[in-house]
């Protein structure tokens, strides 16, 4: 069994759920060289997250958007308020989603569901670029 890790630098992009599982693939081309084994993605941020969902439509994105905004909304009389509106409702989302993943690999390829991919979820107006830690092992 062997381990490898890298950090995948992604762009800033605005507030919304970013479809990264290609980026995260290319990032870690090994992924084909394992028949089994387990990449674990991990973001260093809290303001933004990761999901698994569904990667053929659009509307879901903006249908998740819209029920966290519900969920923690900028509105809310919170206490942390010193970075601006946006970001304890980030924070709030954040720990919602979660900040990692855990994605089977089967046969060279991330066993994820017909449907599925791996999103960034941006809870900021105006975000930084994101760092992903990205750790496969496997045989």
Excluded at 30 to 39: D, H, P, S, T
Excluded at 53 to 80: G, K
Excluded at 84 to 101: C, E, R, T, Y
Aim: proline residues 7%.
């Amino acid at each position: 069994m062997s381990w490898i890790q890298r950090t995948l630098q992604l762009p800033p992009r605005p507030r919304g759920f970013h479809l990264i599982t290609r980026h995260v693939l290319e990032a870690m081309p090994e992924v084909e060289q394992r028949q089994i084994g387990l990449l674990h993605v991990f973001i260093r941020h809290t303001s933004a997250s990761l999901t698994i969902n569904e990667n053929a439509d659009p509307d879901v994105r903006v249908d998740l958007e819209s029920s966290l905004n519900h969920l923690a909304p900028e509105d809310f009389p919170y206490v942390h308020t010193c970075e601006g509106p946006d970001d304890m409702p980030a924070h709030v989302k954040s720990s919602l989603l979660g900040s990692s993943l855990s994605v089977p690999v089967s046969e060279g390829r991330l066993a994820l569901g017909t449907w599925q991919g791996i999103y960034l979820a941006e809870h900021r107006d105006r975000a930084g670029s994101r760092q992903v830690v990205l750790t496969l092992q496997g045989e």
